[in-house]
T-cell receptor, first 117, second 119 residues
Framework: AQSVTQLGSHVSVSEGALVLLRCNYS??????LFWYVQYPNQGLQLLLK??????LVKGINDFEAEFKKSETSFHLTKPSAHMSDAAEYFC???????????????FGKGTHLIIQP | DAGVTQSPTHLIKTRGQQVTLRCSPK?????VSWYQQALGQGPQFIFQ???????QRGNFPDRFSGHQFPNYSSELNVNALLLGDSALYLC??????????????????FGPGTRLTVL
């Protein structure tokens, strides 16, 4: 079974500073990895995904994440934080079935990102 | 192009009652997954429907059941509601793409959710 650990339930950064949200995964087979963002009282919006192509994945709103197999990590970064980035961020993992079909997503508990003015 | 839609937005029920939540997938998607998100937690996978059959199920009791219709829309039914069933219920739709290695991958697009409160 897969699992995801997000380090830090709350992360606070100043506006304009680097954002780093940590995610470590566990999977017995090569995983697919995702980062989603959730604003209050809304559904989840996909930021980016890793599906075994390039290890550095670029997403929307200048977010990017790097897949590091040796560290089983998929940390999310953004060079310069904006006030609008304040939200809940979820890392998720799934596995693929040969010949088609994909696993349900397994999510971490989330990291609440706070942007200080 | 409409995204994933869910109805109703909010719902209040009492313990022991039954509830049905509905989901319409994004255009072109054939797979629907349901998740339960308790307050302050990450979403938990309930089950996934493909070709009108339950393809995969998470660790949820049989009180949770579902259905997928020929137009790919889906329903989530919960019987004998408990206080602990209070949560945001998220529907996600996807379309599996087979990559060069023969593995399937999908990107799940989420709806806005249905907030269920059980009193």
């Amino acid at each position: 079974a897969q699992s995801v650990t997000q380090l830090g339930s709350h992360v606070s950064v100043s506006e304009g500073a680097l954002v780093l949200l940590r995610c470590n995964y566990s999977s017995s087979v090569p995983p697919y990895l995702f980062w989603y963002v959730q604003y209050p009282n809304q559904g989840l919006q996909l930021l980016l995904k890793y599906t075994s192509a390039a290890t550095l994945v670029k997403g929307i709103n200048d977010f990017e994440a790097e897949f590091k197999k040796s560290e089983t990590s998929f940390h999310l970064t953004k060079p310069s934080a904006h006030m609008s980035d304040a939200a809940e961020y979820f890392c998720a993992v799934s596995i693929a079935f040969s010949g088609g079909g994909a696993d349900g997503l397994t999510f971490g508990k989330g990291t609440h990102l706070i942007i200080q003015p | 192009d409409a995204g994933v839609t869910q109805s109703p937005t909010h719902l209040i029920k009492t313990r022991g009652q039954q509830v049905t939540l509905r989901c319409s997938p994004k255009s072109g998607h054939d797979t629907v997954s349901w998740y339960q998100q308790a307050l302050g937690q990450g979403p938990q996978f309930i089950f996934q429907y493909y070709e009108e059959e339950e393809r995969q199920r998470g660790n949820f009791p049989d009180r949770f059941s579902g259905h997928q219709f020929p137009n790919y829309s889906s329903e989530l039914n919960v019987n004998a509601l408990l206080l602990g069933d209070s949560a945001l219920y998220l529907c996600a739709s996807s379309l599996v793409v087979i990559d060069g290695s023969g593995r399937g991958s999908d990107t799940q697009y989420f709806g806005p959710g249905t907030r269920l409160t059980v009193l």
